[in-house]
């Protein structure tokens, strides 16, 4: 058999019409390289087997052993595909909604979805856009006055000018962060990334041909540990500050230590600051506001957060100056653009950003403040309050994928074991507030009653 009088076989009678020898030879060792085929209804049992490129016969079977048999293709995926492991946050979203779905009663404390409503003016100025027409393609990069009015707000934020032509528009942070993967890691390449560190990191890194090198980042960013992790082949370093799920937030001399070392090294960064204004203290430092520091970061961040906007998918990237013009050729390759008439609503959104982002920042500071005590007067339970985002990250002295399963199953609390976000996460509970006081108050009774269980 020749491997290309093989492919999109699917029937007995396919095979007869091709295959005249009475006998197929079948080699088993391809398995993995080739097209894979399942063959049922023989005997009662499902019989895998590879139709193309055999170099020694493994098995035999005749024609007539395929009488009455069904052969369906079972192609193989590719590695980037097939090897990719869920989201933990996304999976135990999932289990939350069919869990509720099916009429349990679930306390989500799990997920980083907020559960504020988007402004009323924001939804308006998306369908006053739509109700105009704007439902067509719009520009890879985006809108000229939503990158204007990123580029404003970041250089009042950060202290340095943006031209808005260095802005691209995303659908939402986590595209923004594969944007710049995708434009600095080539096939073998490292990128240091935090651990504890958000889901997404790694696995963006590896579906751009890289390999995500773990740092311990628990209690900040070590330029020590940074410099022992770079080996020839790293490229890039992933920063997040303020930080998902330790809510760590990255001083000026954390930031200044990872600059030298990326300096030192002809490193690039990507700053995620996703949650840069959700900040309960005093503001945020920005790594692009070092000196230097420009030239080789890029800028994730997102609308999701700081406006109760995750549903939209609205997020950008801002590459290091004259880099959008490269980049943008993957976005008009991948998603083309993001719809204008979400666009429009982001310009709206940061028309409001004064008066709608201390609101948001209230609410969840005053939760954070009310669940932060209440957790560290459980026994075995050590929570400080979050300087920044809407987690607590509180270490309990027990393991914690037992505790977080014991008050899903017997509480109906969902909470993320730490150690979804990495080692560096051992012993800690990811506890998200993006739910409403009612519940808070009621998860936080029932977790006071159930305790950690050690």
């Known amino acids: 058999m020749k ?57 035999r079977f005749s024609q007539d052993s395929f009488k009455g048999s069904r052969m369906t293709a079972v192609r193989s995926l590719a590695a980037r595909v097939a090897t990719l492991q869920p989201s933990a946050t996304v999976e135990m979203s999932e289990r939350v909604r069919n869990a509720r779905a099916a009429g349990k009663r679930i306390l989500g404390l799990s997920s980083g979805d907020p559960n504020i409503p988007t402004d009323p003016r924001i939804i308006a100025a998306a369908e006053r856009s739509l109700r105009r027409g704007d439902t067509l393609y719009s520009a890879p990069a985006g809108l000229l006055p939503l990158r204007e009015a990123i580029a404003g707000r970041e250089a009042r934020l950060s202290g340095i000018a943006i031209d808005p032509a260095d802005v691209l528009i995303t659908p939402g942070g986590k595209f923004a962060v594969l944007a710049a993967l995708m434009a600095t890691v080539s096939e073998g390449d490292e990128v240091l990334v935090p651990d504890p560190g958000w889901v997404s990191y790694g696995p963006c890194v590896s579906l751009c041909g890289g390999a995500p090198v773990a740092v311990p980042c628990l209690n900040g960013y070590d330029a020590v ?39 030192r090294h002809d490193l690039w960064i990507i700053f995620d600051q996703v949650y840069a204004e959700m900040n309960y203290a005093e503001a945020i430092p920005r790594l692009q506001s070092l000196p230097g520091a420009r030239a080789r970061t890029f800028i994730a961040d997102s609308l999701s957060k700081t406006f109760g906007m995750t549903g939209w998918r609205i997020g950008m990237l801002i590459p290091p100056p004259g880099l959008a013009k490269a980049i943008v050729r993957f976005i008009g390759h991948s998603i083309y653009c993001v719809p204008p008439f979400v666009q429009a609503a982001a310009i709206e959104a940061f028309n409001l950003a004064d008066e709608i982002i201390p609101a948001i920042r209230e609410t969840f500071r005053k939760r954070i403040a009310v669940a932060a005590p209440r957790l560290n007067n459980v026994q075995g339970i050590t929570c400080a309050a979050s300087r920044a985002t809407f987690y607590l990250f509180p270490k309990v002295a027990a393991d914690e994928r037992v505790v977080a399963k014991r008050w899903l199953d017997e509480g109906g609390i969902a909470v993320l074991p730490g150690s979804a976000f990495g080692d560096g996460g051992k012993t800690f509970l990811r506890i998200s507030l993006a739910c409403s006081d009612a519940e808070l108050d009621e998860a936080l009774t029932r977790i006071e009653r159930f305790g950690i269980g050690a």
């Open 3 to 59: 491997a290309r009088e093989t492919r999109g076989l699917a029937t007995k009678n396919r095979i007869n019409e091709v295959y005249h020898p009475p006998m197929i030879d079948l080699n088993f060792s391809a398995l993995q390289a080739h097209t894979k085929l399942a063959v049922s209804g023989y005997n009662g049992t499902t019989v895998p087997f590879l139709a193309a490129g055999f170099s020694r016969p493994f098995h």
């Open 225 to 263: 540990r940074l410099e022992s992790a770079i080996t020839p082949r790293t490229r890039a370093i992933i920063v997040n500050s303020p930080a998902n799920p330790s809510t760590h937030v990255a001083t000026q001399a954390e930031l200044q230590a990872i600059l030298a070392v990326a300096e």
